[in-house]
């Protein structure tokens, strides 16, 4: 069974900060992707961010970056410069490869940026 | 902004009532997913369709139930709500391809059964 775990269930930081929100996951898998989601206080839940597992390289989007490593089982992101509109609910996910949409979640990191 | 929609945003009904909560995605999307949300926890897979007149159930038991006959259409029904029943719900659809499996999520519904 797949299994993914934050340990981290509210964190804060100061507006143009930088934060780290923490993820291990489990799986026997060796064919898989990772997502952060994005849940603000509208609820709607947007992806921030994916890694292949293939992919050695971590990703990147604009202030949003990961620290993937596999052999750990970790998947942590990286918010640079925190904006107030990062408030939200962060989620990282698991899903298989050929399981199509079936995400497995984490219990969420409640991110709250302070001007 | 993802072009699905989840109606009502919110639900207060009493006890052994009929609900059904709608879902509707204008993407032409072949697979859609009911995900379950308690406050504060992880969201938890009750249902999902890979196209019309395929529905299956997720990792998570639940008593609802669902249909799809149009490809944009996913509703999820209780035939008799209970107190248990109160949760988030939130509706999702892909399409697989370059962004393997990006899920679009709804604004979800809140129902409270009293």
């Known amino acids: 069974a797949q299994t993914v775990t934050q340990s981290q269930p509210e964190m804060s930081v100061q507006e143009a900060e930088t934060v780290t929100l923490s993820c291990t996951y489990d799986t026997s898998e060796n064919n898989y992707y990772l997502f952060w989601y994005k849940q603000p206080p509208s609820r709607q839940m947007i992806l921030v961010i994916r890694?292949?597992?293939?992919?050695?390289q971590n990703a990147t989007e604009n202030r949003f970056s990961v620290n993937f490593q596999k052999a750990a089982k970790s998947f942590s992101l990286k918010i640079s410069d925190s904006q107030l509109g990062d408030t939200a609910m962060y989620f990282c996910a698991l899903n298989i490869y050929n399981q199509g949409g079936k995400l497995i979640f984490g219990q969420g990191t409640e991110l709250s940026v302070k001007p | 902004e993802a072009d699905i929609y989840q109606t009502p945003r919110y639900l207060v009904i009493g006890t052994g009532k009929k609900i059904t909560l709608e879902c509707s995605q204008t993407m032409g999307h072949d697979k859609m997913y009911w995900y379950q949300q308690d406050p504060g926890m992880e969201l938890h897979l009750i249902h999902y369709?890979?196209?019309?007149?395929?529905?299956e159930k997720g990792d998570l038991s639940s008593e609802s139930t669902v249909s799809r006959i149009r490809t944009e259409h996913f509703p999820l029904t209780l035939e008799s709500a209970r107190p248990s029943h109160t949760s988030q719900y939130l509706c999702a659809s892909s399409v697989e391809g370059l962004a393997n499996e990006k899920l679009f999520f709804g604004s979800g519904t809140q129902l409270s059964v009293l």
């Open positions: 890694q292949e597992a293939y992919k050695q």
């Open positions: 369709s890979y196209g019309v007149n395929s529905t």
